[in-house]
């Protein structure tokens, strides 16, 4: 059964870092995009990072600069690190396994608060 875990949210003051993680179980993880999405209360969901099969990345303009995606392909996990964060950031983040017109699944989200 395919399942994505994401864990390491929590509260920060900004100007903090933030690691999160998702690990991956019952999918072939290596031949998926990797992404992570966030929602913001009274916000649509919106693409943040995505890491492709070759390890190419893209970044939302918003975080370019600040945030780091990264795989493990050998221990199936997909990482968001968070530098510099801002109370914009604040969302639920949500882990993504996509295979274009062939497979899509969801993690359960982690919070991630960002305040004084």
């Known amino acids: 059964q395919e399942q994505l875990v994401e864990s390491g949210g929590g509260l920060v003051e900004p100007g903090r870092s933030l690691k999160l993680s998702c690990a991956a179980s019952?999918?072939?993880?290596?031949?998926?995009?990797m992404q992570w999405y966030r929602q913001a209360p009274g916000k649509e969901r919106e693409l943040v990072a995505s890491?492709?099969?070759?390890?190419?990345?893209r970044y939302t303009e918003s975080v370019k600069g600040r945030f780091t995606i990264s795989r493990d392909n050998a221990n199936q996990t997909l990482f968001l690190q968070m530098d510099d964060l801002k109370p914009e950031d604040t969302a639920v983040y949500y882990c993504?396994?996509?295979?274009?017109?062939?497979?899509?699944?969801w993690g359960q989200g982690t919070q991630v608060t960002v305040s004084a």
């Open positions: 993504n396994a996509k295979i274009p017109y062939s497979a899509d699944y």
């Open positions: 890491i492709y099969r070759d390890f190419g990345t």
């Open positions: 019952g999918i072939m993880f290596s031949v998926y995009i």
